[in-house]
């Protein structure tokens, strides 16, 4: 499984979804600024349930924020 | 910097400060001839006051600079961080009080063999806080 690693569009969805701020995001999904920003960044990888809550904020698939990508 | 992170940052500096203080003394102590077990409390007591002063200290301004984020609970991030320092810390941990008692089997004395003990728990501790602050810097990715 080398090779591969977990990418996401958080940054794009947030900018669509009138430049939400990391803040909000993490308020709406229960972490703090300093999480969101870690995920964004690509320095944490969210639980599953994180992951969904995500995804239902800004009203798409799972796959649409979250993908499993070649470096 | 989160509040959780600058919180290890004070828990870090505090335990340097006041028991590296108290074991520099120990030190000296045992150079000169090993000390009486009582003046292990006298030793503890100014240890014990400058954490607890470090710590408030530490927190009140770290609050104070940022008071939104002073109220904000652990997070699944700050858990996991949390669980992975812990793990490597206990290790630490077994493995300094494997070495100080297996030591006593050679040489006993209290005073010697309660500081043996505590250095390594105070070791893991530190461990424990270091390894926290590297992962919130390092990342927790996979």
């Known amino acids: 499984m080398k090779g591969k ?14 430049e939400m701020t990391q803040a909000e995001l993490g308020e709406k999904i ?13 320095k944490y990888s969210p639980t599953l349930e994180t992951a969904f809550r995500i995804a239902d904020v800004f009203g798409v698939a799972l796959e649409d924020v ?5 470096e | 910097m989160s509040f959780q992170e600058k919180s290890r940052w004070i828990a870090l500096a505090a335990n340097l400060v006041a028991w590296g ?15 009486d077990e009582r003046r292990l409390l006298a030793l503890m007591i100014p240890v014990i006051i400058v954490i607890t002063i470090i710590h408030i200290v530490g927190h009140v301004i770290v609050a104070v600079l940022k008071p939104g984020e002073a109220t904000s609970e652990l997070d699944e991030r700050d ?8 793990a490597i810390g206990y290790n630490v941990l077994c493995l300094g009080i494997v070495i100080a008692l297996g030591s006593t089997l050679y040489y006993w004395n209290t005073f010697v ?22 992962t919130y810097r390092r990342g927790l990715a996979g």
């Open chain 1, 5 to 18: 690693s977990l990418t996401n569009t958080i940054r794009t969805l947030r900018f669509h979804a009138g």
């Open chain 1, 30 to 42: 229960g972490v703090t600024r300093q999480t969101v920003a870690a995920i964004e960044q690509g």
């Open chain 1, 66 to 70: 979250f993908r499993w990508a070649e």
């Open chain 2, 21 to 35: 203080w108290y074991f520099v003394t120990v030190g000296h102590l045992l150079a000169a001839g090993v000390p």
């Open chain 2, 79 to 86: 858990k996991a961080i949390a669980r992975r320092a812990a």
């Open chain 2, 113 to 134: 063999a309660v500081n043996a003990v505590m250095f390594a728990f105070i070791l893991a501790e530190c461990v424990r806080y270091g390894v926290e602050i590297a």
